[in-house]
């Protein structure tokens, strides 16, 4: 009987260490797991963090690149105050080319960026074919950027040599 009871006090304790030692184990083992899901979280938070750092240094580094694109439009473009010399310097061109017209600016819209301002026009020209073409050509060299939507050139009736063209389109400006 001696023999009986030492064996299951020995067990006993055995068995309670064991069990000790697991539910040590187990805890251990969700402390380091709760760490260690930390530790992965900061790492994602420091990733995040690097990515954005280095996409603000990029966007700082293309904004002083675009600062001078953006200087040289606005040397490029008109403003939109300057559009009042539109109608007398496209005179000036018809003159030089021997072509008569008539012109009417429209509404100023901005684009749908809201970066420009969308003025529309309409001109009509008369003249013969070649001062017609030759306006043309100014036309596009002017300091203005001229968008043309239509151009309707036809002959006037009785007349061997004589055109008229009728354009609409939209000038660009800031």
Do not use: C
């Not at 012109?103 to 684009?111: K, R, V």
């Amino acid at each position: 009987m001696e023999f009986r009871r030492r064996l299951l006090i020995e067990s006993g304790v055995y068995a309670g260490v064991i069990v000790v030692l697991s539910l040590g184990l187990f805890f251990l083992t969700q402390h380091i797991t709760k760490q260690m899901e930390g530790i992965l979280q900061t790492r994602d938070q420091i990733h995040f963090w690097s990515e954005s750092t280095q996409t603000l240094a990029n966007l700082k580094q293309d904004a002083s690149q675009a600062a001078v694109y953006a200087s040289a439009l606005k040397t490029a473009l008109p403003q939109k105050d300057q559009l009042i010399n539109f109608v007398p310097d496209i005179r000036a061109l018809a003159a030089t080319n021997k072509v008569v017209i008539t012109t009417s600016l429209g509404a100023q819209e901005p684009d749908p960026n809201g970066t420009l301002i969308i003025t529309s026009f309409s001109l009509s020209a008369d003249g013969q074919f070649d001062n017609l073409l030759l306006f043309l050509a100014e036309l596009k060299k002017s300091k203005y950027p001229i968008k043309f939507t239509t151009i309707d050139l036809t002959r006037k009736p009785g007349q061997k040599a004589g055109f008229t063209m009728i354009m609409r389109g939209a000038i660009y400006s800031l």
